[in-house]
Every structure is written in structure tokens, then in C-alpha cells.
């Protein structure tokens, strides 16, 4: 059974690369579990296509699938530039104006948001990926910062502006997040990605913007800023206010240095497995697949890393949405993933799980050791709200999970959880096993070589209903 199902999951972004109908459609068969809508690009009625034709693939290919809403966040930029480009020497002072609107081709430079109100004299500010690394020498005015340069380059057009030690005060929602917010409440995202997340208030404040618009959606928190990375402390308390994080691993080594991003990884996938919350990986993962059609030897490391820390799910970015080869990306992805799940074991850590609830916790380990003793072919387990699965998922078994719920968007928050293979199917007292013995019937579960039953280890309770979970079976199917 083992060999047949991903574990850890695959995220793909959509952009230009992939708007067709078609190319959308071969991404879900491919194998992509969920899909990234970045909402620093694209109109509204682009994504109202994209996402018909996301859930008309799925429902046709039987399968849960994920879609991510990616705010923008206070992504800085610059503005347009004189013929979209200015050479710059060390020592040059530059000025960065919000009021700007149009550039002379001086080094006084339209910002698209207003640095004033929060870099202060002395912070760094770093220009186009890094490639210009500044400092503020003066706050001009209510609106413009003086800067000196410290490297010898050029920036463009709208290129980032990264502040690594700037406090933003928790302005992280711009109006523009705020209209993409009250859109994607109306479509039924399964989760929210948050950029530039500083603190686990900012979590807090998210929420209560979904509660307020009657979101459902789960929150994903993009680990990106120097100030969210500065202690284990601030970490942890940010993966425990939210539902998952992604390791945004381009901006972060900008702002926090590329030597930290490592560390910072496998410290937030382990506090993501101690507290049942998704854990997405980021950036880069196969970029080399953007303009070629073989990943290079270190980034097919670089993703079997990821499986074997125990991430949830690996995240394709500008290879789906801007690469020649999208669909090979993904297949290529799927390859290395099920070669290093199936010749090597998850990482274990002595760290316990620990969730919202004792019961799910307790019930889950029990599930997985007992799953384990015997060999078990699956873990099943029926549940309301998802939660039952989060924790078995947080166990981190070598073995598939089948999910079965009543709810269709507990199975598409689900569909990015590691190990779950989720189905919706009406609630009555056996509809976990009825599931399973249908996915029998129809091959999804294949038996075992030589066998004539597959073994399950069925997790389940009385009601369909939150902390209804509360028993534990060993079944023959």
C-alpha cells in the first residue's frame, strides 16, 4: 500500500504557464494536491475560472483538492522607473518617495508604499532581491526616506524593497488584501496564506477579519520576515496561533540571511508536527525546471529533504505558474517523492504531538503504533471536523490515511495534510467502512500481493459530530 500514495503532498501555483482548461486538468491527474492562487497577480474573474475548472477536474479525477488564496500582503515595491532602469554606486544617496508618481530618472525613486511612517535612521533596506543593500540615513519627510548605497549595482521597475529590521506594527493587511479577503470569503477558499506575517497577533487579527465576512477558511501563515524567525519562541507561537505555515524561503533568506533558512526549516517543521498544524516548504524547490526539463541532482535533494523532516507538502511556484515545463515539474516532483518515502523511513522525534484535544492525541498515537505492530495496510479515520486525521497525520505514519467525512470542506483542508487521502460521503454509522470497502471494489485500494483482505486500523466514533471520535478497530476488508 505504501507505494502507491504520496504522503507528502504537492502545492503548485497557477499562473500564465497553466490558465488553460487543459493544462489545469493535467496538474490534477499529475498528481497536484492543492493549488496556489497568488493574488499579487490576475482579476477576479480569472480566478473564478480557474477555480470551476480546479473542482470540475477534481470531482471528475475523485479526488480532494486544495485551493490556497495568497494575499499579497505589504509586498514593497518600487514604482515604475525611467526607462525601467537606474545604475547605482556605492556611497550614491538615494530617496525613496510614496509620493512620487512619476520618476525624472533621478535617484529620488517612487515607492509604492510609504516607508516614513516605519523605517527608521540606521535600519537596512534592501533593493531587487538584495541585489542593492541600503541604509536609512534620514526620514526626508512624511512621506520619503534618504538612504545610503552600500554596493555597486542597478535596480528596475517595481522591484521588492525588503526592510529585515523594520517593525511594521502589524500593517500587514493592505486595502488590497482587504477586497481579496471579502472576494475569496464568497468562494470558499480552504485556506488563506498570509504574507509577511511578523507575529502570532497577526494570526488573530486574520481571524477575526474571516469570522467577519463568515469564513470557514483555514489560515496559513508565510514565514518570511526576520522578526517572525528571531527566537525559537516567537516560531512556535506563531505555528500555534495559526492552522499551517509555509516556509516562504526566498524573501526569508533576503531578510534573515541565506545561512538561516536551513535551521529555520526543520525548527518549524518540528513545531508544525508537535502541534498538528500543516507544514508547507517553498521556493525554489525546482527552479532550475522553470526553462529545463531535468531538475539538477541538488534540488531532487533539496525536495527529498523535505519528505524525510516530515513536511506536509512541497510548494511549486514560478515552475507551474511561469515555467516552459509545468507539467514535468510535477511529475518529476511526484518521483522523488515516492522514491525517498518508500526507501526511507520519516524522521522520528522524541517531541509528543500535542493538539486542541487530549482524546484526538492520545487515540492517534495508540492508532499508529498499533497500525504499525501489525502492519496494517491503512489507517482509516472518520471524522467531522478533520481533526481526528490532523493528529493521526502528526504521528507522522508510514502508512496511507483514508479520510472520510461529511464534509466536503473538511476534505479540501485536508487534501494538503500529510498522508490523507480524503473522501466525502454521507454520515450514517458505517460510512468509514462502507468507504473503504468501496475503494477496494474500484481499485483505489489495491490488496496486497499474495493477499486476499487488506488490513485496516479503523478510527472512529459513535456521532458525527466534534469529539465524537472515540474508538479504535482492527478490520478486515
Known amino acids: ?130 541585489k542593492i543593500r541600503t541604509t536609512v540615513t534620514e526620514i526626508v519627510s512624511k512621506t520619503a526616506i534618504k538612504c545610503r548605497v552600500e554596493n555597486d549595482g542597478f535596480v528596475m521597475s517595481r522591484k521588492g524593497v525588503n526592510l529585515p529590521e523594520t517593525d511594521l506594527g502589524g500593517d500587514i493587511f493592505t486595502e488590497k488584501d482587504l477586497a481579496d479577503i471579502e ?22 487579527k486574520m481571524r477575526q477579519i474571516l469570522t467577519s465576512h463568515g469564513s470557514k477558511a483555514k489560515i496559513i501563515a508565510k514565514i518570511e520576515t526576520k522578526k517572525a524567525v528571531e527566537s525559537d519562541e516567537a516560531m512556535e507561537a506563531i505555528v500555534e496561533a495559526t492552522d499551517g505555515i509555509m516556509i516562504a524561503r526566498g524573501d526569508m533568506a533576503i531578510e534573515a ?58 510548494m511549486l511556484s514560478d515552475e507551474t505558474a511561469n515555467g516552459k515545463y509545468p507539467i514535468e515539474t510535477i511529475r518529476e516532483m511526484k518521483k522523488v517523492i515516492l522514491y525517498t518515502q518508500n526507501h526511507s523511513e520519516i524522521k522520528k522525534f522524541d517531541i509528543l504531538p500535542e493538539g486542541h484535544y487530549k482524546n484526538y492525541d492520545a487515540l492517534s498515537r495508540a492508532a499508529v503504533e498499533i497500525a504499525e505492530t501489525i502492519n496494517a495496510d491503512v489507517i482509516v479515520a472518520a471524522t467531522k471536523t478533520g481533526a481526528t486525521a490532523s493528529a493521526i497525520a502528526a504521528q507522522r505514519p508510514n502508512i496511507p490515511i483514508v479520510t472520510v467525512t461529511s464534509d466536503a470542506r473538511v476534505a479540501g483542508q485536508l487534501a494538503l495534510t500529510y498522508a490523507n487521502s480524503a473522501f466525502v460521503r454521507e454520515y450514517d454509522e458505517n460510512y468509514a467502512f462502507d468507504a473503504v470497502q468501496d475503494l477496494k471494489s474500484s481499485g483505489y485500494l489495491k490488496l496486497p500481493e499474495g493477499r486476499d483482505s487488506l488490513k485496516v486500523v479503523l478510527v472512529s466514533g459513535l456521532r458525527d459530530e466534534e469529539g465524537g471520535t472515540n474508538s479504535i478497530q482492527i478490520r478486515k476488508i
Open 1 to 130: 500500500m505504501s507505494t502507491l500514495f504520496k504522503r507528502t503532498k504537492i502545492l503548485a501555483t497557477v499562473g500564465p504557464s497553466v490558465f488553460a482548461e487543459e493544462k489545469l486538468k493535467e496538474m490534477v491527474y499529475a498528481g497536484v494536491n492543492g493549488f496556489r492562487l497568488n493574488f499579487s497577480h490576475g482579476s477576479y474573474d480569472e480566478r473564478d475560472e480557474q477555480i470551476r475548472i480546479i473542482r470540475k477536474y477534481a470531482a471528475e479525477r475523485g479526488k480532494s483538492v486544495a485551493i490556497v488564496q495568497d494575499l499579497q500582503g505589504p509586498k514593497i515595491r518600487l514604482g515604475e522607473l525611467k526607462d525601467n532602469h537606474l545604475d547605482l554606486k556605492k556611497d550614491d544617496e538615494i530617496v525613496l518617495d510614496y509620493a512620487i508618481k512619476e520618476h525624472d530618472g533621478s535617484k529620488t525613486m517612487p515607492v509604492q508604499w510609504n516607508l516614513a511612517e516605519k523605517a527608521k535612521v540606521g535600519e537596512p533596506i534592501f533593493l531587487f532581491d538584495g
Open 257 to 314: 540571511g541565506n545561512e538561516v533558512v536551513p535551521i529555520v526549516q526543520r525548527k518549524l517543521i518540528t513545531f508544525c508536527r508537535k502541534h498538528s498544524k500543516i507544514c508547507i516548504v517553498a521556493t525554489q524547490m525546482m527552479s532550475s525546471m522553470v526553462d529545463n526539463p531535468e531538475p539538477t541532482r541538488a534540488e531532487v535533494s533539496d525536495v527529498a529533504t523535505a519528505v524525510l523532516l516530515g513536511a506536509d507538502a512541497v
Open 183 to 204: 472576494f475569496g470569503a464568497s468562494r470558499d477558499f480552504d485556506y488563506v496564506a498570509m504574507s509577511f506575517v511578523q507575529s502570532a497577533e497577526d494570526i488573530n
